[in-house]
């Protein structure tokens, strides 16, 4: 029913800068909160950032003054721009949205995109 598409990972230089992009399409009444999340080889997956649909964020401190959370609401994206870089930042992201399907103020359901692989080398 919905579907979210990341773009934007690579390899970087530590130091260096990306900008992940998430869109949401499908059955889209209504998104509350999005984020973004990252998963290292062998290790849990870890909140990185999420925004509210009125536009306030929360970062852990891993990433905070250096990853920044945006979104679109017209056009159902959510952004993370990620600045000085560091090789632990490297891992598959993934974008995460609370998407009501069913009516505007309906309950809602997680979606998973498929991940993108960051890569930051030292």
């Known amino acids: 029913q919905v579907q979210l598409v990341e773009s934007g990972g690579g390899l970087v230089q530590a130091g260096g800068s990306l900008r992940l992009s998430c869109a949401a399409s499908g059955r889209i009444f209504r998104i509350d909160d999005m984020g973004w999340y990252r998963q290292a080889p062998g290790k849990q997956r870890e909140l990185v950032a999420v925004?509210?649909?009125?536009?306030?964020?929360n970062t852990p401190d891993s990433v905070k003054g250096r990853f920044t959370i945006s979104r679109d609401n017209a056009k159902n994206m959510v952004y993370l721009q990620m600045n000085n870089l560091k090789a632990e930042d490297t891992a598959v992201y993934y974008c995460n949205a609370a998407v009501a399907t069913r009516t505007l103020t309906g309950r809602t359901t997680n979606y998973w995109g498929q991940g993108t692989q960051v890569t930051v080398s030292s």
């Open positions: 925004v509210t649909s009125g536009g306030h964020t």
